[in-house]
């Protein structure tokens, strides 16, 4: 009985998150969208669109770096994400970086925009298991901090 419970809650949770998030055929996504998305972005590798909701999500790998785009129906982009390099980071985070995590390594980046909004969530390493990620704003102000 105990397993039978289980693999319910199971299939709930898995019927639960498809229900947010369903892939889609590239045949059925507004041709506005995938114009736009084409002009925009003509070197994307990996393309795959999604329905996120009441939005258009589609996930690409561009330059070695993953992005995730969500467009409305009127092909007016909600929300980018996407990974950057150290390189890539604005020196005001750089320089909170090196002021307030003395020793520790930047391992991943990822940049969010949503109304023109930018936050970069850093992933920190120091030794082999101290990790932190942290959420800065473009000025480099921590918005938020959890340690693994």
Do not use: C
């Amino acid at each position: 009985m105990k397993n039978r419970n289980i693999i319910t809650a199971a299939f709930t949770l898995l019927g639960a998150f498809s229900i947010f998030a369903q892939d889609m055929n590239p045949d059925n996504v507004p041709s506005n969208l995938k114009q736009n998305f084409q002009k925009s972005f003509p070197q994307a590798t990996d393309v795959e669109w999604e329905m996120d909701g009441q939005s258009y999500k589609v996930e690409f790998d561009m330059n070695r770096n993953e992005h995730e785009i969500w467009y409305a129906t009127d092909g007016t982009t909600t929300r980018t994400e996407q990974e950057l390099t150290e390189a890539e980071l604005p020196q005001t985070i750089k320089t909170a970086i090196s002021g307030n995590y003395a020793g520790y390594k930047v391992d991943s980046i990822e940049k969010t925009t949503v109304n023109g909004s930018s936050t970069y969530e850093v992933e920190l390493e120091k030794g082999w298991n101290n990790e932190k990620d942290v959420v800065f704003n473009e000025d480099g102000k921590v918005l938020s901090e959890m340690i693994d």
